[in-house]
């Protein structure tokens, strides 16, 4: 039969059991998490640098650019226009070629 304090003594122990596994386990996968990262940074150092040697010096990345990254549009959906007149009149690829109008009269008949 279960007294009181071999109750709580099993209690104690369960708890202080638990309380050890968390910590060894926090502390290695930290660790583990620690080793992964260094690992990365390291394998993102070695890439820059041979980017870096394969462009003799002049970083290739067209990103940090929005001028030039807009230049090189994968799919534009309009041609370049040809003379000044559709330079004024030529819209945006994001407006429409015909502005919205609402259907006149009531709308719930």
């Known amino acids: 039969m279960n007294t009181v304090k071999s109750f709580w003594v099993g209690w104690g122990s ?3 059991a638990g309380g050890g596994a968390y910590f060894f386990a926090k502390r290695s996968i930290n660790a583990d998490r620690a080793a992964r990262f260094e690992k990365e940074q390291e394998k993102r150092r ?3 640098q041979y980017e870096y040697q394969a462009t003799g010096g002049i970083p290739s990345d067209q990103s940090a650019s929005p001028s030039q990254e807009s230049s090189i549009d994968p799919a534009p959906t309009r041609h370049a226009p040809i003379s000044e007149r ?3 009149t030529e819209k945006s690829k994001y407006e429409t070629t015909e502005p919205f109008r609402s259907k006149k009269g009531d709308r719930f008949s």
């Open 14 to 16: 369960l708890c202080i």
């Open 46 to 48: 070695i890439q820059q």
């Open 86 to 88: 559709q330079k004024v």
